[in-house]
């Protein structure tokens, strides 16, 4: 097969799968050894085992790096400190797309970016809501759950709230903290949500 009529097939989309090369003429050996010469001219991009992407140039859809992380975990939410930046609860602009996951802890790097998840165990797996990217979809922690993520996968480093900046408590919601603290049934991550609330009153009452 041609790379030419390689490339119109999966130009319009953001990524492909090896799965989809069955769907392709020619022997399925002969395009996957095709695939690998392609991937050594960098005309094709390996994201991770089975998931392929086209160089910029050829392709015609953005590949957004968020609904990639879902796609290369799956299931999975973007979380943690990723979140809390785009959220503005930290004034750090992260680089590393940070998600949580019920599959073991992980990491990609590739062409589009570094991608990080930690295990959260089944019943915590909530609290995300669904965003959209061009015509694609992922899923975000909501900011209270971003941050009980991020206490909880963090919480024997937990100690003092001023090393970590946190900002803009107005845009919390505290029922919502405390609705989703539940699912953690954690006694230790309580303790640290009922300092962290009383740090915000602090902070509220200092600024007045």
């Known amino acids: 097969m041609k790379y030419q009529d390689f490339k119109n097939k999966f130009k319009n989309t953001p ?10 003429p020619g022997s399925l050996q002969m395009l996957r050894n095709q ?14 085992k089975g998931i392929y992407t086209l160089n910029k140039n050829d392709r015609h859809t953005r590949l ?27 004034p750090e602009k992260i680089e590393v797309i940070t998600a949580v996951s019920t599959k073991k802890t992980q990491q990609y790097s590739n062409i589009i970016g570094h991608f990080t998840y930690q295990h959260l165990k089944q019943a915590a797996f ?9 015509t694609y979809f992922y899923f975000m922690a909501t900011k209270e759950k ?49 300092n962290f609330i009383k740090y915000i009153k602090q902070q509220e009452y200092q600024s007045l």
Do not use: C, M
């Open 64 to 90: 957004d790096p968020l609904v990639l992380s879902n796609t290369l975990v799956s299931p999975s939410y973007i979380s943690l400190e990723y979140a809390l930046s785009v959220y503005g609860l930290i």
């Open 15 to 24: 990524f492909f799968r090896s799965t989809n090369l069955a769907q392709l």
């Open 146 to 194: 971003a941050l009980l993520d991020f206490f909880y996968l963090n919480i024997n480093q937990i100690t003092d709230f001023e090393a970590y900046r946190f900002q803009n408590f107005e845009t919390l919601n505290l029922k919502t903290l405390k609705k989703y603290l539940v699912a953690y049934n954690n006694k230790k991550l309580n303790t640290i949500v009922l």
């Open 35 to 48: 695939l690998h010469k392609w991937k050594t001219q960098e005309l094709v991009f390996q994201l991770k």
């Open 126 to 134: 909530t609290g995300y809501i669904q965003k959209q990217a061009d």
